[in-house]
């Protein structure tokens, strides 16, 4: 017997439960209507704001708070204030976002091994039935085998030699 995890054994996400899930991280994207989706290509555009960025901002805020006749008239100090205040803000939100990430995909990882172990067990079981000429087997073996299914390796033309070392192919 394969060793399943007991956390998901004899559990199920039922079609109830599942909208329910998406029917909350609906109404969480409804709470963020300011929030941005950007393509690979435009996340490039705009700089990361890192541990020294956000020290070069929280001075550069202090600074335009303490000497207002340095800050020029296009610099809009409430818009960077709101702004800082919403990537803080964020920071906490985006750790319990990846937690949970982490958590649901941690989650199909397991129920993905627990069925393909199952899996495997049935086709073990059909292989050897199919040995012992079992009525069906061998139909349904033939159906699975197929993913077992390898091209001819190919020997690599190349050989190298490495110094005190047989050569490697």
């Known amino acids: 017997m394969v060793n399943l995890n007991p956390a998901l ?3 199920e996400l039922t079609p109830e439960v599942e909208a329910q899930i998406l029917a909350k991280l609906n109404e969480v994207r409804e709470l963020m ?3 941005v989706g950007l393509s690979s290509r435009d996340r490039l555009t705009y700089p990361a704001l890192g541990s020294k960025g956000t020290q070069f901002v929280q001075r550069s805020l202090e600074s335009m708070r303490q000497n207002p006749s340095l800050v020029p008239a296009f610099v809009d100090v409430a818009s960077i ?3 800082y205040a919403m990537y803080n ?3 906490g939100i985006v750790e319990s976002v990846q ?4 958590l649901v995909t941690d989650t199909m990882h397991v129920a993905g091994s627990n069925s ?11 292989q050897r039935g199919a040995k012992a000429n079992v009525p069906g087997a061998q139909v349904v073996f033939e159906n699975l085998k197929t993913r077992f299914k390898h091209g001819p390796r190919q020997e690599s033309s190349t050989t190298v030699a490495i110094p005190g070392d047989q050569a490697v192919a």
Do not use: D, M
């Open 9 to 11: 054994t004899g559990t």
């Open 33 to 35: 209507p300011f929030a």
């Open 81 to 83: 204030e709101n702004s």
């Open 89 to 91: 803000n964020l920071l």
């Open 99 to 102: 937690q949970l990430e982490r």
């Open 116 to 126: 393909r172990s199952q899996a495997f067990e049935f086709y073990n079981s059909v």
